[in-house]
T-cell receptor, first 114, second 114 residues
């Protein structure tokens, strides 16, 4: 049983298209995150939800819109894709927001914008 | 503001030798957690070890240990008896008191030489 699952694993698309990445966790965690890992491997937090409530919204273009229908799901929709959006996107979750709680990561979605 | 610094972009170590990966952090939070993750070439994020800011003893997990020096704000990862499978990117991370943010350093690429 995969704890944090993201789909698709690979996403190749043309500039200007709209795409979504889905994330689900079956761990019963309260908090979920989206991170972007660029070509230099830097991990940048994009969004965080706690019990379906948006708690972190970093400086991300408004073409990126997260949606959390319930606390087990956090999807990422991207409008009007640009070349610079090419990256690996990781979903992650943690039981709570307490400082000792680690993040459980999905396997990542490699997005390539042509 | 919280910040994690990893000053070694790349490291090499001989198989069976020990290696230390450096991590310094900056925070004004009264309590916080420090974490190390491993990212092999396959891309998944693997949790290695955790250290709480109030823990009296350095954390250990098998061949991994965390050299925590609170006054110097450093949390170095020590890998003993390096194996070829240890070749990967290693990320230091911190979670502050409020727990909303989970900050990552820029990573260190470790190569184990046979």
């Amino acid at each position: 049983d995969t704890a944090v699952s993201q789909t698709p694993k690979y996403l190749v698309t043309q500039m200007g298209n709209d795409k979504s990445i889905k994330c689900e966790q079956n761990l019963g965690h309260d908090t979920m995150y989206w991170y972007k890992q660029d070509s230099k491997k830097f991990l940048k937090i994009m969004f965080s939800y706690n019990n379906k409530e948006l708690i972190i919204n970093e400086t991300v273009p408004n073409r990126f819109s997260p949606k959390s229908p319930d606390k087990a799901h956090l999807n990422l929709h991207i409008n009007s894709l640009e070349l610079g959006d090419s990256a690996v996107y990781f979903c992650a979750s943690s039981p709570t927001r307490e400082s000792h709680e680690k993040l459980f990561f999905g396997s990542g979605t490699q997005l390539s914008v042509l | 503001a919280q910040k994690i610094t990893q000053t070694q972009p790349g490291m090499f170590v001989q198989e069976k030798e020990a290696v230390t990966l450096d991590c310094t952090y900056d925070t004004s939070d009264p309590s916080y957690g420090l974490f190390w993750y491993k990212q092999p070439s396959s891309g998944e994020m693997i949790f290695l070890i955790y250290q709480g800011s109030y823990d009296q003893q350095n954390a250990t997990e098998g061949r991994y240990s965390l050299n925590f020096q609170k006054a110097r704000k450093s949390a170095n990862l020590v890998i003993s008896a390096s194996q070829l499978g240890d070749s990967a990117m290693y990320f230091c991370a911190m979670r502050g008191y409020t727990g909303n943010q989970f900050y990552f350093g820029t990573g260190t690429s470790l190569t184990v030489i046979p």
